[in-house]
């Protein structure tokens, strides 16, 4: 089929008015920049113009809802930047509603008006791209949203004279007050402190205060950028420095970095329960998590019992609904 067929084809199943499937394929292709390409087959189009083509189709049924289900996973990296333009664009000039399914966090920043984070089935957090980037509510949010992802040091919350520190045991970090304030119940305790390579400001000699010491391990210049690849005695983290600061970073260089601790975060470390690693310094609003039927606060646990055949279970199952049944 050509373009104009593949885009019509839903129309002429519900036996639509030829001159209104005209009308609305070409406006249609009008929007997509497809007007020159109608004629042609699939195999003459580029990987761009066939998603624009799966597109098209959608848009002439004039839908109030479309959904995206990772539709640029399979285009090379330059397509995708450029598609990721056209449906954003696309999505003003409609102003329809659109859902867009992606694992790619940079797609969901830069596309979304909203952002639903998902994990293993359960809500993380909703909110505006940068309302995530900034405030995430837990430790995988926090470590989602953002590229390169947020670095995440084990540390220890001591009590030092009238100030509450965080020792990471090869230097020591002081949490700004409303951190401090927080972190008073965490005392003896080992949480996660999370700071965002860009965030990091690199020093020329060591800091008087929050002084990060570290070993580079291995870098990655990017021309505006370079991405430093840190290591203290036990734990990595990358930072990242304009060009311009220093040119040159040799393997194995010892540098420092001052953290700006009012956009640090510091999460409840769980290893057993990964949901219930908060942000421990920040109160966010969470009705997402709220069972609307008991109350209930918190990810509701289900248990799988994998060690069940599929088929057994089915079975299982059926003769289950059989006997309510005859009761």
Same mark, same amino acid.
């Given at each position: 089929?050509? +373009?104009?067929?593949?885009? !019509? &084809?839903?129309?002429?199943?519900?036996?639509?008015?030829?001159?209104?499937?005209?009308?609305? #394929?070409?406006?249609?292709?009008? *929007?997509?920049?497809?007007?020159?390409?109608?004629?042609?087959?699939?195999? !003459?189009?580029?990987?761009?113009?066939?998603?624009?083509?799966?597109?098209?189709?959608?848009?002439?049924?004039?839908?109030?809802? &479309?959904?995206?289900?990772?539709?640029?996973?399979?285009?090379?990296?330059?397509?995708?930047?450029?598609?990721?333009?056209?449906?954003?664009?696309?999505?003003?000039?409609?102003?329809?509603?659109?859902?867009?399914?992606?694992?790619?966090?940079?797609?969901?920043?830069?596309?979304?008006?909203?952002?639903?984070?998902?994990?293993?089935?359960? +809500?993380?957090?909703?909110?505006?791209?940068?309302?995530?980037?900034?405030?995430?509510?837990?430790?995988?949010?926090?470590? &989602? *949203?953002?590229?390169?992802?947020?670095?995440?040091?084990?540390?220890?919350?001591?009590?030092?004279?009238?100030?509450?520190?965080?020792?990471?045991?090869?230097?020591?970090?002081?949490?700004?007050?409303?951190?401090?304030?927080?972190?008073?119940?965490?005392?003896?305790?080992? #949480?996660?402190?999370?700071?965002?390579?860009? @965030?990091?400001?690199?020093?020329?000699?060591?800091?008087?205060?929050?002084?990060?010491?570290?070993? #580079?391990?291995?870098?990655?210049?990017?021309?505006?950028?370079?991405?430093?690849?840190?290591?203290?005695?036990?734990?990595?983290?990358?930072?990242?420095?304009?060009?311009?600061?220093?040119?040159? &970073?040799?393997?194995?260089?010892?540098?420092?970095?001052?953290?700006?601790?009012?956009?640090?975060?510091?999460?409840?470390?769980?290893?057993?329960?990964?949901?219930?690693?908060?942000?421990?310094?920040?109160?966010?609003?969470?009705?997402?998590? #709220?069972?609307?039927?008991?109350?209930?606060?918190?990810?509701?646990?289900?248990?799988?019992?994998?060690?069940? @055949?599929?088929?057994?279970?089915?079975?299982?199952?059926?003769?289950?609904?059989?006997?309510?049944?005859?009761?």
């Amino acid at each position: 089929m050509t +373009v104009y067929d593949n885009m !019509a &084809f839903g129309l002429k199943i519900r036996k639509m008015d030829k001159s209104e499937i005209q009308r609305r #394929v070409d406006e249609a292709a009008k *929007i997509l920049g497809l007007t020159q390409y109608l004629d042609r087959k699939p195999k !003459a189009l580029s990987g761009g113009q066939r998603q624009r083509v799966a597109v098209g189709r959608a848009i002439v049924r004039n839908p109030k809802v &479309f959904l995206f289900d990772e539709p640029l996973s399979n285009l090379d990296a330059k397509l995708r930047v450029t598609m990721r333009g056209e449906i954003a664009a696309l999505h003003q000039r409609l102003q329809a509603t659109m859902i867009y399914v992606t694992h790619d966090q940079i797609e969901a920043m830069t596309m979304g008006t909203k952002i639903v984070v998902m994990k293993d089935g359960h +809500v993380q957090q909703i909110g505006e791209p940068l309302y995530l980037y900034n405030h995430p509510i837990n430790k995988f949010v926090a470590g &989602f *949203i953002g590229s390169p992802p947020m670095n995440f040091l084990t540390v220890t919350i001591k009590k030092e004279g009238d100030k509450i520190v965080a020792d990471e045991g090869t230097f020591v970090l002081v949490p700004t007050a409303e951190q401090q304030e927080a972190l008073k119940a965490y005392v003896g305790k080992e #949480v996660y402190f999370g700071v965002r390579p860009e @965030d990091m400001a690199i020093q020329s000699a060591p800091a008087a205060e929050n002084n990060m010491q570290m070993k #580079v391990t291995n870098k990655e210049p990017l021309g505006a950028e370079t991405h430093l690849f840190l290591a203290t005695k036990g734990q990595n983290i990358i930072a990242r420095v304009m060009s311009s600061t220093k040119e040159l &970073f040799k393997l194995g260089e010892t540098v420092n970095f001052v953290p700006a601790m009012d956009r640090c975060k510091f999460f409840v470390k769980n290893p057993e329960d990964l949901d219930a690693e908060l942000n421990i310094c920040e109160k966010i609003d969470a009705p997402w998590l #709220v069972n609307a039927l008991t109350g209930a606060v918190g990810y509701d646990k289900v248990t799988v019992d994998s060690s069940l @055949d599929p088929e057994e279970a089915r079975k299982q199952a059926k003769a289950a609904k059989k006997a309510a049944k005859k009761q």
